[in-house]
């Protein structure tokens, strides 16, 4: 009896063991734990780029400095104007409309930053599907050609409203998003310094 007794003592002691060993086992795998007895966590892998030689790393070389620089003059051109504004409103009304509103000439600053931001949207898509440096050349192109169409306009509000208002803010629009998304993809250690000096370019606009 006692025999008895014993041997399905041990049995269920080795099932004991057995089972947690496998849970040991399991959970070594599951954390990656290595001969050291330190573990990490598996969805803490390295990116892709971090197993390159520092040299190679398309991050935080000399090349994303150029990058930020171009990014801080595409917002001087585009972010820049519209923040600007009011000095044109109040050209508008000194010199070429005397007789309109504020109220009247404020709209066109006000559809400058409506199209903008309309177009945010969009011009998130078009530079995820195509070349942001086709995107932003598009982008300006369209700002130069509304603001020379816009220096004609001097007989009727409503042809700057077109004009730089709705025109030049989907210009903007193209080049705003590029600028302030492209920049951080080049750095990891100076990344808010490079996105200042970016956005700084709108105020020096």
């Known amino acids: 009896m006692s025999s008895n007794y014993d041997s399905s003592a041990t049995s269920e ?26 573990f990490a966590l598996n969805s803490q892998k390295q990116r892709w780029w971090q197993n390159k030689p520092y040299e190679t790393q398309p991050v935080d070389g ?20 519209v923040n600007s504004y009011g000095s044109y409103e109040t050209y508008y009304h000194l010199n070429q409309f005397p007789n309109e509103k ?5 709209w066109i600053g006000t559809l400058q930053w409506a199209a903008m931001n309309f177009v945010s949207i969009p011009s998130g898509i078009l530079c995820e599907r195509l070349d942001t440096r086709l995107v932003s050349f598009v982008g300006g192109l369209i700002m130069g050609v509304a603001l020379i169409i816009a220096s004609f306009c001097d007989s009727a509000v409503w ?8 025109v030049f803010g989907l210009g903007a629009s193209l080049v705003f998003i590029p600028a302030v998304t492209i920049p951080s993809q080049w750095f990891v250690k100076r990344r808010p310094l490079a996105v200042g000096i970016v956005v700084a370019g709108s105020g020096i606009g």
């Open 159 to 166: 042809k700057l409203l077109v004009t730089q208002g709705i």
């Open 102 to 106: 504020l109220s009247t000439l404020s």
């Open 13 to 38: 002691k080795t099932d004991i063991v057995n089972n947690m060993t496998d849970t040991i086992d399991n959970t070594n795998r599951f954390y990656d734990v290595d001969e050291n007895k330190s």
């Open 62 to 81: 000399k090349y994303g400095w150029v990058v930020v620089v171009a990014g801080c003059f595409m917002l001087m051109f585009s972010m820049g104007c």
